[in-house]
C-alpha cells in the first residue's frame, strides 16, 4: 500500500514544528535510583546483587532492592511465571505495589523459547496491574560456556542472542507504548572482559578459569567470577541510573577496568532507546519524524508501529502519541 507524505503532514506538523525547536534528548531513566524487583537465573541474580551494593555506595537516595531467582531454565521468565512458589513470592512483591523497576532475564531466547514476548508480558500485565507507572528491565547475560569458547564464536554468539533478544524487546516496547523498557546486553561486558585479557590488558586478573581470581567459576555453564560480575552490574548502574563508571566503587581490582564498561555502553548505546528514537541517536527531534515519514512511505518495518503488518493511521496515531511521551 502506498502512501503520500501530504497524508501524513496533518498529524505531524506540530510534532515537527516543536521538534525543531526544542530537540528532548533521552534522559537516564532513575538518576536517583529506584525502587526495584530482579527476577532471573544464576548468571543474572548475582550481578543484580554486586548492583545493589554499588547503588547503596553511590547517591541514589531512592533506591531499594529486591529479587527472585532460580538456577539454569528455572529462572527463565516464563519458567518463573509456571512455578507456583517462584510466582508466589513474586506475585507477593508486586503485590504492595512500590516496585517501581522490574527487571528480568532471559534464557531460550529462540522462536517458541521461554523468553518470548508472550512469556515477558505475563510479568508486564502483572506489575502493571499493580503499579501503572511501573518501568522494565530486559538483561541478557554472556554467552553459556563462554570459557570454552574462542574469542571469535563468544562474540559472534553474543550477536545471534543479542538480536534476538533485542528483537523481543523491540515488539514489547511497541506493544506497551508510553510504558520503559529498558535493555542491556551486559554480556558484551563478559566479552570485553576476557578481550582485554586475552590482550594482556588484565595483568592481575589471575586466569579465566581455575584459580582463586578467575574470570569464570566453572566453564558450564561458565558462571562469572567476581571481576565480570562486577563490571556487568557497572553497565546497569548507567543504564537504569545514568552512572558514569568512573564514579563508581569498582571494588575488585584488575587494573583500569573502565574502558570494559564504557566499551560496553558504547556497544549498548544503540538499543537503548524506544522505537520512536528511530535515529537511534538518544534525542527525540525532527530527524525522528523525517525517519518516520520515509518509512512510512516506504513500507519499511521501522513504521508498523503496532506491529501488525500493516502501516495505516494507527501507526501514525501511536508514533505521534510515543513522540509526545518522550523516551518511555
Not at 527472585?68 to 518463573?80: F, N, T
Not at 545471534?160 to 506493544?175: C, S
Request: with cysteine.
Amino acid at each position: 500500500m502506498r502512501h503520500s507524505t501530504t497524508a501524513l503532514a496533518a498529524p505531524l506538523a506540530l510534532f515537527a514544528a516543536y521538534s525543531a525547536a526544542q530537540p528532548a534528548p533521552c534522559a537516564p531513566a532513575f538518576p536517583t535510583g529506584t525502587s526495584t524487583l530482579f527476577i532471573g537465573h544464576s548468571f543474572f541474580m548475582p550481578v543484580s546483587e554486586r548492583f545493589n551494593e554499588l547503588a547503596e555506595a553511590g547517591d541514589y537516595p531512592d533506591h531499594a532492592f529486591d529479587n527472585v531467582g532460580a538456577g539454569g531454565a528455572s529462572g527463565s521468565p516464563l519458567a518463573l511465571w509456571n512455578d507456583p512458589v517462584d510466582f508466589d513470592a513474586i506475585n507477593t512483591r508486586l503485590a504492595q505495589r512500590d516496585v517501581d523497576l522490574l527487571g528480568m532475564t532471559a534464557y531460550d531466547v529462540f522462536p517458541g523459547g521461554d523468553s518470548d514476548v508472550e512469556a515477558y508480558s505475563n510479568w508486564i500485565d502483572l506489575a502493571l496491574a499493580y503499579n501503572p507507572d511501573t518501568s522494565f528491565f530486559i538483561g541478557l547475560p554472556w554467552v553459556p560456556t563462554a570459557p570454552e569458547q574462542s574469542l571469535e564464536s563468544f562474540e559472534q554468539g553474543l550477536a545471534v542472542l543479542n538480536n534476538r533478544l533485542f528483537g523481543t524487546v523491540d515488539a514489547l516496547r511497541r506493544k506497551y507504548p508510553g510504558t520503559r523498557i529498558l535493555f542491556a546486553n551486559y554480556g558484551s561486558a563478559a566479552y570485553e572482559t576476557v578481550a582485554l585479557y586475552e590482550a594482556g590488558g588484565l595483568p592481575d586478573a589471575g586466569c579465566l578459569l581455575d584459580c582463586e581470581d578467575a574470570l569464570f567459576r566453572d566453564a558450564r555453564p561458565g558462571h562469572a567470577g567476581p571481576v565480570i560480575t562486577e563490571l556487568s552490574a557497572a553497565v546497569w548502574m548507567h543504564t537504569l541510573y545514568g552512572a558514569d563508571p568512573s564514579s563508581l566503587s569498582l571494588t575488585v581490582f584488575v587494573g583500569d577496568v573502565v574502558p570494559v564498561v564504557e566499551a560496553s555502553i558504547a556497544y549498548n548505546a544503540p538499543y537503548q532507546t524506544p522505537p520512536q528514537d528511530l535515529e537511534r541517536d538518544g534525542v527525540l527531534d525532527l530527524a525522528d519524524i523525517d525517519a518516520f515519514i520515509g518509512a512510512f512511505v516506504g513500507g519499511e518495518p521501522e513504521a508498523d508501529f503496532n506491529a501488525d503488518g500493516v502501516r495505516d493511521l494507527r501507526d501514525i496515531t501511536l508514533f505521534v502519541g510515543a513522540f509526545g511521551n518522550g523516551c518511555r
